[in-house]
DNA sequence: CTGAAAGCGCTTACAG
DNA sequence: CTGAAAGCGCTTACAG
């Protein structure tokens, strides 16, 4: 019976007399009636799903994708959607390789982080959008969601500085990816401007991982024995200050007394950690929140979108001041706290 | 045409001449065909997608779901399932509540440490069964993979006394449920066969965040300030613990060497510390494939669930032993080390 | 071996 | 205002 119309509020509900109306939803109410998703989807052209797409390396989620997946469901929750995660094993060269999930079981799908080649190809299909969040770099036809982590580098390495600190390593995350470079060039950028030089040997190739960190600070601190420590260091991310930490603690430097070390993203992770880290805040839950948004926005109004447009929304990030970084030891501080906090938007956190 | 049957490779593929096979994969290719997962699973009946349940407080996820998620979507690839995930903001009394999400968009659901009310109710739909991980306690017709939380709690604590503690404390989960439970029950007994004393005081009630592990343990200290200090803290988890551990940084107690601390599941949080956290290992990757195996040979093999068969299974736990456990300051070891192997299986991680 | 038919459970025009 | 009809894109018996 067409009159199930009545069951969905559709606007043609007006046009049902109240007794009919009556009628059906007393009808639907006894038989526990539930409408079939996959039926109503075959019909509809549309499933009520969002897909989110990652790799999660080694088998394991990371702190990062977590926070923004919080953002995500909670985002789909509010907008009646269901979320599927897609756990890739890499990411291929080229966004066409997805597109075999636009097999009507998702009605768009957020890329977590994606890495593909630099090649242009042709947008997703317009039935089944893609956003991305922390593109590599950006793909015709999927919005990318990211934030301004030069800004960030910059800010937080100008803060190092205020409070005195010279001697300021960077142990940076993977070569080659667009996040990294970005931190590299704020933590230069601050240098410059704050007329430091920039030295080679302050600028360690990390990773992203917590183990990645430890090795990376445990070669350096084998390597340069002998030399003059850094005061400070600035690392990629959450999980390889933990790690920079553990390293310096294997020859008995305390953090922040003998030296300071800050992270980035101000994951579950810096508050995990005693002290609590310095770090970066990307407002990852947020941005989540965001990629769920334009990707409804994009499903509930298609365009066709040209190869040629490229677009992205970029975030601020924000500084979380913790315990893990104080003043150099027996230093004098060069400049008044508060001087740090010109650069960007300033947040002690607890 | 019906002979699409060939692109499933269905039984009946053999019956077909192999030149109109070749013919409908040339097409088939040409086209670059997708099969329409909404149309299939309507006539199929199966949508090739498991459902996760998860009330996830605050907004936020922790360690714990994430780990068990892990395993959940690796065991779902694994079989090509898609994984939809719910967040719940609470549960209900009656697993019951859950029945609407049986409308054909999962083929079953798997609930990640629900808490219903007690009273039996009926089982869930044949076609859509439940699985849960941890539950409070058992449901009709709803296969429960849990742990053994009480040799794993008996175990740790059996290593703190062979290390030569005395104080030890126990910093409980949420008053009430039955994992709490089953770790108070294990801490008591190992104490009862050491024949030491049960002390009221040395038991906290905590909860399973690093918030209320932190305000227990400071409630603690300043209410029972002057009077000996712990020798060893269990907490009822990892977050606790972490809690725990600032409580006690905050007064200048520092860990091993002033208080040893040691935490429940061994999630990624315990290895993110410095120094890393001893702590009583649940599987919970393979718990988590468990339940999705499970469910799926549940969802192949529709069982009618009696009220009456209660039903689970219980993985044993393991030792992790690492660098935030020590002897007591100036004690001598009781006990050789090795003793404190005999009541689990113990194994130091890295 | 092959293809026409019916049906999965909904929605959406479209006649009455 | 209401209900019969066609169609969403697949699968599964079932005739030829």
Redesign the interface.
Known sequence: MSASAVLNRSRTTAHFSAETRERILAAAAELRY??????R??AKRR?Q?IGVAAV?EG???NHYF?EI??GI??AA?RHDQ??????LHAWKEDPASLY?L????IDGLVLLAPTFGRRGTRPPPAHTPFVSVHANHLSPGIVNIESDEEAGAFALVNHLIALGHRRIMHLTGPAGLTGAERRIHGYKRALAEARLPFERHWLVTGGYT?ELGREAMRTWLRQFQGRPLPQAVFCAND?SA?GC??AL?EVGLRVPGDVSVAGFDDT??A??????LTSVRQPL?EMGTCAVDRLLALINHPVVASDAVLESVVFPVTLALRASVDAPPGSDRLAPASQSDDAADCVAHT
Do not use: K, W, Y
């Open positions: 539930r409408p079939n998703l996959a039926a989807s075959l499933i799903t999660m088998g394991g989620l977590l997946f919080s469901m909670a929750a269901s979320t599927t995660v897609f756990a075999d636009c097999d009507g079981r917590s999980a933990l930490i553990e603690a579950l992770a508050r995990s950690v005693v002290p609590q839950h």
